[in-house]
């Protein structure tokens, strides 16, 4: 194999797991993760939410203790060992897939957008190991309305698709794939 094909071939290797904004995709997601965990930690361990809960804010806004087996929004809800690992194990490849996705982003928009999602992804992944669910605190309610009970990892990941969106409109189709 000649030298260009050598370097051609580790280039392409390189691409895959670090690429131009890898750097600011891994320090956005772990100062989002360590928020998520951090706020997750405290009220689990430090306020005790679980026996002081729920505490309301505002009168559309309370703090409550929810433990999510499932994915966003509650679907798919998992009360086995089986689906916790599988699900688990799902969030693992899907992080993996956005970092490789990060690697290739062209646009600081985009690479802030999958860091977002990456950095929630972990901080929810990380909660399903740990306690066999998501700890979920943040619920919105009006009258009869009452909107999902969410964490701070669901905000960066909801925030990250909106990016991405945003992006592919802005730019016209298939923009945020490039």
Do not use: C
Not at 157 to 173: H, K, M, Q, T
């Amino acid at each position: 194999m000649t030298d260009a094909g050598k370097s051609g071939s580790s280039l392409a290797k390189r691409h895959l797991v670090w690429g131009r904004f890898s750097t600011f995709v891994l320090v956005v997601a772990a100062v989002g993760l360590l928020l998520d965990q951090g706020s997750k930690l405290w009220l689990l361990h430090g306020f005790n939410l679980a026996a002081n809960g729920p505490v309301d804010l505002l009168p559309v806004l309370e703090i409550v203790l929810v433990w999510n087996r499932g994915i966003s929004y509650g679907l798919f809800q998992q009360h086995s060992e089986l689906g916790r690992w599988l699900l688990a194990g799902l969030t693992v490849a899907v992080t993996i897939g956005l970092w490789i996705w990060s690697t290739r982003a062209q646009s600081r928009l985009v690479a802030l957008a999958l860091a977002l999602v990456i950095g929630g992804a972990i901080g929810n992944g990380i909660d399903r190991l740990w306690h066999g669910a998501v700890v979920d605190f943040v619920h919105f309610h009006a009258g009869t309305f009452s909107w999902y009970v969410f964490n701070l990892a669901d905000v960066w990941i909801v925030a990250g698709v909106v990016g991405l969106l945003y992006d592919s409109f802005r730019n016209g189709p298939n923009s945020a794939a490039k």
